[in-house]
Nanobody
């Protein structure tokens, strides 16, 4: 079992930056089975979308809407994944959740509770 806890959300103005953190905890065997982590977001009335993801090899991918503005990274020693968000826009307002794919799952099978990011114009 893996527990994910996000932090770092808040209310900012357009053009500002925020860094979200996602700390993973659980049994060492469960943590070591994580092979991919991602950040998702869901705005009111919209479907959840993948914002950025990173795998064990360090390869990353981003939604087109955040390329060049957001950066996903990880600190394996701290079992933490980060999402650096720069040049924030009002349309980035959403609940941001991190997720982990672990073991033999084909999909993300662990989710955090989410953190609110609100960008005012």
């Amino acid at each position: 079992q893996v527990t994910l806890v996000e932090s770092g959300g808040g209310l900012v103005q357009a053009g500002d930056s925020l860094r979200l953190s996602c700390a993973a905890s659980g049994r060492a065997s469960s943590i070591s089975s994580i092979n991919r982590m991602g950040w998702f977001r869901q705005a009111p009335g919209k479907q959840r979308e993948l914002v950025a993801a990173i795998n064990n090899g360090g390869s990353t991918n981003y939604a087109d809407s955040v390329k060049g503005r957001f950066t996903i990274s990880r600190d394996n020693a701290k079992n933490t994944v980060y999402l650096q968000m720069n040049s924030l826009r009002p349309e980035d307002t959403a609940v941001y959740s991190c997720a982990a794919r672990a073991g033999t799952s084909w999909d993300y099978n662990y989710w955090g509770q989410g953190t609110q990011v609100t960008v005012s114009s």
